[in-house]
């Protein structure tokens, strides 16, 4: 059974900072996605990665995925306001199926 | 990517009554599925509604409980059946499939409350 475990769960950050949001999982996923999602909105998709080494990038976020590592990271850079939100990250299971992480709630402040 | 929209956006319930929620996609997708995502936690999938079929339910999740139907390849309904105030939560239909086939998309969710 796929399990997701995300960390840190709580991020403060001062703009202009960078910083890492990490995203284990226990067995194989298809696919890794990451989602943001803003206070009393649906979540808004960011990326897939489909593969080992995928990177893809969006502005000041960038997402890697190492499924040897069973392992994918959210990496920001030069943290803005407008960035706060909190992200998840998810694996697919068997038929398609998105296991989530529990979420890190970042907050950049000024 | 789908557009989904989703119908109540929120609601107010009594205990004990059920509340039907409409997902409605603009284009035909592959697979549906519905997510509860309780306050302040993460979203759990609660079954994979299967077009012309029952759905399929996770763990946890029962049929006479959240009855889902999907008539079609755009449409799909779940109800929330004799609610009580642990069912308070964000209920978000998902899409896999037609335009934007590599990633799961969400809709906007309905948010109900049960008093």
């Known amino acids: 059974e796929l399990k997701v475990e995300q960390n840190p769960l709580f991020l403060s950050m001062q703009e202009g900072k960078n910083y890492t949001i990490y995203c284990n999982y226990s067995?194989?996923?298809?696919?890794l996605y990451w989602y943001r999602q803003d206070p009393g909105k649906s979540l808004e998709s960011l990326f897939v990665?489909?593969?080992?080494?995928a990177v893809k990038q969006e502005g000041r976020l960038m997402a890697s995925l190492d499924t040897k590592a069973r392992l994918s990271t959210l990496h920001i850079t030069a943290a803005v306001h407008d960035l706060s939100a909190t992200y998840f990250c998810?694996?697919?299971?068997?038929?398609?199926?998105?296991?989530f992480g529990k979420g890190t709630k970042l907050t950049v402040n000024p | 990517s789908a557009v989904i929209s989703q119908k109540p956006s929120r609601d107010i319930c009594q205990r004990g009554t059920s509340l039907t929620i409409q997902c409605q996609v603009d284009?035909?997708?592959?697979?549906m599925f519905w997510y509860r995502q309780q306050p302040g936690q993460s979203l759990t999938l609660i079954a994979t509604?299967?077009?012309?079929?029952?759905?399929?339910?996770e763990s946890g999740f029962v049929i006479d409980k959240f009855p889902i139907s999907r008539p079609n390849l755009t449409f799909s309904t779940l109800t929330v059946s004799n609610m009580s105030p642990e069912d308070s939560s964000i209920y978000l239909c998902?899409?896999?499939?037609?335009?934007?086939?590599?990633?799961?998309?969400f809709g906007p969710g309905t948010r109900l409350t049960v008093l």
């Open positions: 284009s035909q997708v592959t697979m």
């Open positions: 509604a299967n077009q012309g079929s029952e759905a399929t339910y």
């Open positions: 067995t194989t996923s298809d696919r």
């Open positions: 998902s899409v896999l499939g037609g335009r934007g086939a590599d990633t799961q998309y």
């Open positions: 990665l489909l593969s080992n080494g």
């Open positions: 998810a694996g697919q299971g068997g038929s398609e199926k998105l296991v």
